[in-house]
């Protein structure tokens, strides 16, 4: 695996190469990531992954400074992931000036996640279209348990016209069903044990509407009730519509139910579809 940090010197090597599939990443690997590397490989013949972690698309007060940065571990990782390229810029290489100019996404980037992280599509967006320019691929792949962060960026490419096919990969859950997350190192071993209830609340959500129930609001209430009364404090339990992320219209529209809730200092998020 070749590794750059400089813009140039990435531009130079992935020069006439063919097929790139880009991966980008904050680091600190799980299986969910290198099951992306995985599936990278079946959409063409260079696979490359970034790691960066983008201050932009943290908040005042969120957890940019102790993210965890575990650079050699994740090197291995994606050596035997069958990684060809790693691109891992620091902020001068990727921001050598302020990043005055920004991805503005539209209404979107206030819902969900964006009514408790002010701003964070925007720098998501931001970077990732920094990324594509960079990288150049013809596909991108992103993980579904970001499911916001996925369509903000594929209407992103489909209104700005990118050449690029963006694909989404399966959430991937440990035994007890928890998503898997970087975030998950937050937790104390007790918290370990309580956060697959997140996902326990969701799968109880999606077989109450397998089951007919449509009082969508009183299951989300309830969902958050049962987590606030483990001692878990919810953003938000929603339903929504799979294709636009937005309250159920259409009986026969495919839905989506979306969480958020922090448990002691860490806050997870998950999905299902349903
Ligand atoms: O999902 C992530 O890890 C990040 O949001 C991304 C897409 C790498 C942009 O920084």
Redesign the pocket.
Known sequence: MQIFSRVDDLRAALAGKPEVVFV???GNLHEG?ISLMTQARQHGRTVVA?I???R??FGPGEDFDKYPRTFEADCAKLAAAGVDVLFAPTEADLYPEPQTYQVEPPEIQNWLEGEFRPGHFR??AT??LK?FNIVQPQTAL??KK?YQ?LMV?RNMGRQLALPIRILGGETVRAEDGLALS?RNGYLTPAERAEAPRLARELNRLRDAIRAGNRDYPALERAAMAALDAAGWKADYVAVRQQADLQLPGSPDAPLVVLAAARLGVTRLIDNLEI
Do not use: A, E, I, R
């Open positions: 980008p990443t904050m990531h970034s960066f972690v983008n932009l698309q720098g998501v970077v990732v990324l992103f993980g970001d962060q960026l970087s």
